[in-house]
């Protein structure tokens, strides 16, 4: 990096740098370092009395210094949290020579480098809990300086808040918002409780592939890619459903995979192109099972994460305690939009559509324009969680037909303050049907409809070979993880949201003078 881009404080840390190497000290050292302690493990473990933690290894990065004279404090942080560190000059430089004290420490170490210290645990005349150094070794020079984050009295003061620099720089983010580690925690907690309950049921995670040549399993905009070698395009998949149900058909009788799933559509709080979907299948059972299976999921995973089921997300307070409450589609449709579309073709829909004031576009047939009435006037007032059941056909290509209504559907989708969170079905396993409705939907894709879902002959060779009645079931992991934490974005759940490039302002070349 050229010096004419650096600012003061960046030249000035470089300059540290190659006084810290000039001294013989390796900014960088490449030898194991024997940490044995965390600062919240001595923070909950020490007591005085039992005269524990007299041989502590710590180590994090430098967050605050107050020099005073021969001995100073500072403050280090770890994976786990902060703790005081009192060092004396004496102590850590016993011989004539005091550089690494008067030097090293005063001089040529900043906030934000990463530090080990070797000492002993003890309680300050103020009372505070505290590392005594006896040994200070530089771990890693840091050469950028930290938007510290100040408080006093319980108010925060110039916090490093912008989410665009929060989302493009998570690295900050985490380093000097410690309360951010804590939503990625609980992220892991959600995927550890779910793995546990789904092993404990008997199924086996599996893995299916992200390249596709056929991008099946959801209706969705999918991203494509090319092979060099095989010459032909490849889809990233959208979905993971059907390589999960060809699994049941080889003899399975319970599977999930939590995916990597990406969908080339818009970005906004709740969408993300990327994505993390588990999605689960158990044979010889229906999507009522479905419902209660899932039900006691969330109510582990509301009270791993949280300790209760009743949680605040946003400005409502929300209970996962079962059970919850089963609503059929257009009965939702008759109570919050007040129509009756059962029994309505297409023209009378788009006529009911206008009506209610619903935007809709050409390419959209029925099973669209319900969902666009569905979604203008119901969702918003599932705040609880609700299962809106029985969907019309048209709406679901991969789902059985209702056992007392050939016109509906056995599905579901859980709904939790106006957004899904999963969607379920007793699958199709007529290969005949399945095959009709995969012609429909080349239909609406010849209409115009970029969402429709491809044919996948494939797929419907493995459904002629027999698949047992199964339930399968889909969930965002990113919004479950929102909802747990109560994070009013999806980029708050994402380490990495996708974000639009950065423009970098280039100098315009200076003319030259004419004359010269």
């Known amino acids: 990096m050229s010096n004419l881009s650096l600012n003061e404080q960046e030249q000035f840390r470089r300059d540290s740098l190659q006084k810290l190497r000039d001294l013989g000290i390796d900014p960088y050292p490449a030898a194991l370092y024997p940490v044995n302690a965390s600062t919240q493990k001595i923070k909950d473990e020490y007591d005085a009395e039992k005269g524990n933690f007299q041989d502590v290894v710590i180590a994090g ?15 280090i942080q770890d994976e786990s949290g902060r703790i005081q560190v009192y060092i004396n000059r004496d102590e850590i430089c016993p011989g004539e020579d005091k550089t690494m004290y008067n030097t090293v420490f005063k001089k040529l170490l900043d906030i934000g480098d990463i530090i080990g210290i070797k000492g002993f645990a003890f309680i300050t005349k103020t009372g505070q809990l505290s590392v005594h150094a006896k040994e200070l070794t530089l771990l890693s020079k840091s050469l950028r300086v930290l938007p510290i984050v100040k408080e006093k009295d319980g108010e925060i003061f110039d916090a490093f808040s912008d989410p665009e620099l929060k989302y493009r720089q998570r690295y900050v983010d985490l380093i000097v918002n410690p309360q951010v580690r804590e939503t990625f925690v609980k992220r892991s907690q959600i995927i550890a409780t779910m793995r546990e309950y789904f092993n404990e049921a008997g199924c086996l995670e599996v893995e299916t592939p992200i390249l596709q040549s056929i991008p099946g399993g959801a209706t969705a905009r999918p991203f494509i890619t090319h092979h060099n070698a095989l010459d032909i395009p490849l889809y990233l998949r959208i979905a993971n459903e059907l390589y999960l149900k060809r699994l049941i058909v080889g003899g399975y009788n319970g599977v999930y995979e939590f995916a990597k799933d990406f969908r080339n559509e818009g970005m906004d709080k709740t969408h993300n192109p990327e994505f993390t979907c588990m999605e689960i299948y158990v044979a010889y059972k229906d999507y009522i099972w479905m419902m209660e299976f899932i039900e006691k999921l969330l109510e582990k995973i509301a009270i791993k994460t949280n300790g209760r089921t009743e949680l605040t997300i946003g400005e409502h307070t929300v209970d996962f305690k079962p059970p919850y409450r089963r609503l059929p589609m257009l009965e939702a449709i008759k109570e919050y939009a007040g129509v009756d579309v059962a029994g309505m073709d297409e023209a009378q829909l788009r006529e009911t ?26 969702e918003k007032h599932l705040i609880n969680p609700t299962f809106i059941t029985d969907y019309p056909v048209e709406m679901s290509p991969l789902t059985k037909r209702h056992r007392n209504n050939p016109d509906l559907t056995e599905r579901f989708e859980l709904f939790v303050c106006g957004k899904e969170l999963a969607n379920a079905y007793s699958e199709l396993n007529d290969p005949i049907d399945q095959y009709e409705r995969f012609q429909e939907q080349s239909r609406l894709m010849d209409r115009g409809d970029d969402e429709a879902m491809f044919i996948d002959m494939d797929f419907v060779r493995a459904l002629e070979y027999g698949m047992p009645p199964t339930s399968g079931l889909g969930m965002g992991i990113d919004r479950l993880t929102m909802f747990m934490t109560n994070s009013p974005t999806i980029q708050d759940v994402l380490f990495f949201p996708q974000m639009r490039p950065k423009k970098v302002a280039v100098a315009e070349p200076k003319e030259e003078n004419p004359e010269k």
Do not use: N, W
């Open 353 to 378: 559509c206008q009506k209610l004031h619903v935007e809709i576009d050409p390419t959209m047939g029925k099973g669209k324009l319900i969902d666009a009435i569905f979604g203008e006037y119901c």
């Open 61 to 75: 990065r430098l967050m605050s210094r107050r020099i005073m004279g021969a001995a100073s404090f500072g403050e």
